[in-house]
């Protein structure tokens, strides 16, 4: 199993990818989560959006179409990783119930 590299505490998912081979992309993803990364490093679903991760994948026109079910999920390209994305909502929605209390 691959841990998630991000430092920062979150709740890590068990789905995790790696960093990308493309130079550039690779610097995208290090500015944004603030962070150098190594080829063995693995970043995790949290910090993605859900349309950033293909779980599906497409082939073909029209009646030759065809829809392929992946076992590991994909990046879609281009997608760059946020440092906290689904802990910061999470930790909002926690404070919410704070207040309440
Ligand atoms: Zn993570």
Redesign the pocket.
């Known amino acids: 199993m691959y841990i998630?590299c991000?430092h920062a505490p979150?709740d890590?998912?068990k789905t995790t990818f790696s960093v990308p081979k493309n130079e550039g992309e690779k610097e995208k993803w290090e500015k944004a989560l603030g962070m150098v990364l190594k080829k063995s490093h693995r970043?995790?679903a949290?910090?993605f959006e859900t349309y950033d991760i293909k779980s599906t994948w497409e082939s073909g026109e029209g009646l030759n179409k065809y829809t392929i079910c992946l076992k590991i999920p994909r990046l879609v390209e281009g997608a760059v990783p946020k440092l906290m994305l689904n802990c910061e909502r999470k930790v909002s929605n926690d404070q919410n119930k704070n207040v309440e209390v």
């Open positions: 998630c991000v979150h890590a998912s970043v995790c949290k910090h």
